[in-house]
């Protein structure tokens, strides 16, 4: 068994370890005001931390290309509060466009 494989059971085994642990906290405990605050911001940070990455890198590199710019059109549309399929077609637009110029 390689050492990729260990990693990725021993990660699976610790991640399930850690939901396990999670189950077990008492009620109390979660619904402090801080811990709530946290548990509630910390799918955000980390799908947010997750959009950055895939965005504005590519393999170990930071890279500037049409993700980035069909990123800004999706900003922009949400902020503007259009429905989230036209969000998706709008930024998809965008990229190809771009694209299809010759940028990233």
Same mark, same amino acid.
């Given at each position: 068994?390689?050492?990729?494989?260990?990693?990725?059971?021993?990660?699976?085994?610790?991640?399930?370890?850690?939901?396990?642990?999670?189950?077990?906290?008492?009620?109390? *405990?979660?619904?402090?005001?801080?811990?709530?605050?946290?548990?509630?911001?910390?799918?955000?940070?980390?799908?947010?931390?997750?959009?950055?990455?895939?965005?504005?890198?590519?393999? *170990?590199?930071? *890279?500037?290309?049409?993700?980035?710019?069909?990123?800004?059109?999706?900003?922009?549309?949400?902020?503007?509060?259009?429905?989230?399929?036209?969000?998706?077609?709008?930024?998809?637009?965008?990229?190809?466009?771009?694209?299809?110029?010759?940028?990233?």
């Amino acid at each position: 068994m390689s050492i990729v494989w260990i990693a990725v059971i021993a990660a699976s085994v610790l991640s399930f370890a850690q939901k396990w642990v999670g189950y077990q906290a008492p009620p109390d *405990v979660l619904e402090r005001p801080r811990i709530a605050r946290i548990t509630t911001m910390l799918p955000i940070a980390l799908l947010g931390a997750l959009v950055a990455t895939q965005a504005a890198t590519s393999g *170990v590199e930071i *890279v500037l290309d049409a993700r980035l710019a069909a990123l800004g059109v999706a900003v922009v549309l949400l902020a503007l509060r259009a429905p989230f399929l036209v969000v998706v077609i709008g930024a998809a637009l965008v990229a190809a466009g771009l694209r299809a110029l010759g940028w990233g």
